[in-house]
T-cell receptor
Framework: DAMVIQNPRYQVTQFGKPVTLSCSQTLNHNVMYWYQQKSSQAPKLLFHYYDKDFNNEADTPDNFQSRRPNTSFCFLDIRSPGLGDAAMYLC????????????FGPGTRLLVL | AQSVTQPDIHITVSEGASLELRCNYS??????LFWYVQSPGQGLQLLLK??????LVQGIKGFEAEFKRSQSSFNLRKPSVHWSDAAEYFCAVVGKISSGSARQLTFGSGTQLTVLP
């Protein structure tokens, strides 16, 4: 089945130690998104790629970076994780720009010690 | 800017009872509306969506939602709740571009559903 895959499902890192989260998709969608979701809150968009075009939300901290080496993969890099970055990170895809349905992966739960 | 309000933070129903989760949106043009469900520790699963046409839309797992433009609402309903429906439910709207070339999906704050046996 076509799907959005996130690895790992759980990630533990230390305060200040860089960490990378991975997302892959078999839907061949052009747009990939990264969301941060803290406990009991709605997902918050960090950034998205439309093909290779990177778009950062205005309030996304500089500590968060992203890479999309090809259509199928997208990575979220947290350069110096703080305790406040502990959250669920959700990857989503959509077929195109515009009013398209977004399909979500299962998420990666990040714990910062 | 678009916004979504889910007035009920937590709802408890008995198994077999009917369910209605409320969602109100604010958007200047015709909205594209979605309901997603999130089980604990999981990602978001699309239940249903409204783009245009028939204002009563059917989704997966026996859910339906009705778009009412006059009330700016998109309430989710299910006639008979199952224990497996216990989860968090998010209403969302696609609105204007906030940055770049893709439209932003704006979520409500979610409604946590508890199902009693």
């Amino acid at each position: 089945d076509a799907m959005v895959i996130q690895n790992p499902r759980y990630q533990v890192t230390q305060f200040g130690k860089p960490v990378t989260l991975s997302c892959s998709q078999t839907l061949n969608h052009n747009v990939m998104y990264w969301y941060q979701q803290k406990s009991s809150q709605a997902p918050k968009l960090l950034f998205h790629y439309y093909d290779k075009d990177f778009n950062n939300e205005a309030d996304t901290p500089d500590n968060f970076q992203s890479r999309r080496p090809n259509t199928s993969f997208c990575f979220l890099d947290i350069r110096s994780p703080g305790l406040g970055d502990a959250a669920m990170y959700l990857c989503a895809t959509s077929r195109a720009k515009g009013r398209e349905t977004q399909y979500f992966g299962p998420g990666t739960r990040l714990l910062v010690l | 800017a678009q916004s979504v309000t889910q007035p009920d933070i937590h709802i408890t129903v008995s198994e077999g009872a009917s369910l209605e989760l409320r969602c109100n949106y604010s958007y200047g043009a015709t909205p594209y509306l979605f309901w997603y469900v999130q089980s604990p520790g999981q990602g978001l699963q699309l239940l249903l969506k409204y783009f245009s046409g028939d204002t009563l839309v059917q989704g997966i797992k026996g859910f339906e939602a009705e778009f009412k433009r006059s009330q700016s609402s998109f309430n989710l309903r299910k006639p008979s709740v199952h224990w497996s429906d216990a989860a968090e439910y998010f209403c969302a709207v696609v609105g204007k571009i906030s940055s770049g070339s893709a439209r932003q999906l704006t979520f409500g704050s979610g409604t946590q559903l508890t199902v009693l046996p």
